[in-house]
């Protein structure tokens, strides 16, 4: 590959794919979208719940977002807000992923012609498809993915195809966005700030074009940002307490988790590089560093820069879910149809092998046996449905939102994780007024001990003891029952 992509045939340009490329990249997003319909059913997971909660409880309520406090932008939680059931949030990540394999697609023929689109669009379809990374469930990484690819796609146009200030403002604008739905997907800005930026570099771009580039991008991103944070403001989420929360909470939350971390963060560290090492963005990442540094070429190092960042948040947030690892598809697809035309083709026919079979693997695996993940969660929530009555509501000590969406019951408690918890409410004293308070919850559940890490439960406890009374136990879990209240005894379960 060069710095300048391929001449395309008679008749067509680099923006308008020719019919072959044009249907490849619609069939491989269509299977991407198939590859995930198996698992449209599977049980709801904690930030799936979660969200639809919170995007549920916007309407009323004095927490960050009405009902509820979570440390994520606004945009993220309008979405969930808009798709108000999990049938309808798993379609909506259906179509985030197609997509992603279209507009990545769109990207590289842009940038390298019509094979390396479907080089590209291939990666993304499988890559969005692996449960293993986690998309089984919807989180806010592949709900973001469809802005930062289109980011991609938009700086790609104006690296190729000459700067036009609506472009670069579409960029910016695309970039922010993606950030809006998750604070750390920042591989799109980094992107377009490194694509651009190699771009002037290079001083193959009249002055006057690069001034009108950065001024577009600027514009978009500052316009985006205005509106997004009037619109969050006019519903009660001011700039100030969303800075404290998507921002300085942040920082608060990695000390928490540096201090008083149990031993399944390391677990789950261990488990976030094997699924980086055989999900084949391993090779991806590190093919396209090995391209980038043999041309320097504005696109390649852009996608260079975009995983390295991606991989580092995903590395050093401290929290290693795996579900991180999708916020490098995008770049690491756009990578692949970037190294397929530099390549020869045995390397390519290895490499696309490679990520066949894990896909395969991965998929075959959690349609034949599928994870517990959330099982108890459910059966739980699921026995406290069954004896509750109209207007009980629940908390979860501490965290597993999927336990009241599986009950139907809201929380009196502002926060639905566990970290949240540990990080602003660490002597439980806000949990402790919950339960003596007006608003008390019907029901309590002891997920794991009151005195789990980081948690100082000795108020909590006392009050539990003073207002609640122990009703048996599901799955494990100890249920408690307000001593005000009349309610049948949930039948003890198995989870199975």
Request: aromatic share 6%.
């Amino acid at each position: 590959m060069t710095s300048t992509p391929p001449a395309p045939r008679p008749g067509r340009t680099l923006t308008s794919p020719g019919p072959n490329a044009a249907l490849a990249v619609g069939l491989l997003a269509l299977l991407a979208v198939l590859l995930r319909l198996p698992f449209l059913g599977a049980r709801p997971g904690r930030d799936e719940a979660g969200y639809l909660m919170v995007g549920a409880g916007w309407s009323d309520g004095d927490q960050l977002y009405g009902r509820y406090w979570v440390d994520r932008p606004p945009l993220l939680v309008w979405i969930y807000e808009a798709a108000g059931d999990l049938t309808t949030l798993r379609l909506l990540g259906c179509v985030a992923a197609a997509a992603v394999v279209v507009l990545v697609g769109a990207a590289a023929h842009v940038a390298a012609g019509p094979r390396a689109a479907a080089w590209a669009a291939g990666a993304a379809a499988l890559l969005t498809a692996q449960p293993w990374l986690g998309t089984v469930r919807v989180n806010g990484e592949i709900l973001a993915a469809p802005f930062a690819a289109g980011a991609v796609l938009a700086t790609v146009l104006v690296v190729r195809r000459g700067g036009r200030w609506w472009l670069a403002a579409l960029a910016g604008a695309l970039a922010t966005l993606a950030v809006a739905v998750k604070q750390s997907t920042v591989d799109a800005a980094v992107f377009v700030v490194v694509a651009l930026a190699t771009l002037a570099w290079r001083g193959r771009r009249p002055r006057r074009e690069l001034v009108v580039v950065a001024a577009g991008v600027t514009g978009g991103v500052v316009l985006t940002l205005a509106v997004l944070l009037a619109l969050a403001a006019a519903r009660g989420a001011g700039p100030t307490a969303l800075f404290d929360a998507v921002v300085w909470f942040r920082v608060e939350a990695g000390e928490t988790i540096r201090t008083s971390a149990s031993d399944a963060t390391g677990e789950r560290l261990v488990v976030l590089v094997a699924t980086w090492l055989v999900s084949g963005l391993s090779v991806l990442t590190v093919a396209t560093l090995v391209l980038g540094a043999r041309r320097r070429d504005p696109v390649v190092l852009g996608v260079a820069a975009a995983l390295l960042a991606a991989t580092s948040v995903a590395l050093f947030g401290g929290s290693y879910w795996a579900h991180y690892l999708i916020a490098l598809v995008p770049t690491a697809a756009l990578g692949a149809g970037l190294a397929a035309v530099a390549v020869p083709q045995a390397w390519r026919r290895a490499a696309a092998g490679a990520l066949v079979l894990a896909t395969c693997v991965t998929v075959v695996h959690a349609v034949v046996a599928p994870d517990r993940d959330g099982l108890e969660a459910q059966v739980v929530g699921r026995a406290l449905e069954s004896v509750a009555h109209a207007g009980d509501t629940a908390v979860v000590a501490y965290g597993q939102p999927n336990v009241l969406l599986s009950a139907g019951m809201e929380s009196p408690y502002p926060y639905l994780w566990s970290l949240p918890v540990r990080a602003l409410d660490p002597d439980l004293d806000q949990l402790a007024d919950t339960l003596e308070g007006a608003d008390a919850p019907t029901w309590l559940v002891d997920w794991s001990g009151f005195d789990d890490w980081g948690v100082d439960a000795t108020r909590l406890e006392a009050v539990v003891e003073r207002r609640y009374r122990p009703v048996g136990s599901v799955c494990g879990r100890e249920l408690w029952l307000d001593r005000r209240v009349d309610r049948a005894a949930p039948d003890a379960k198995a989870c199975r």
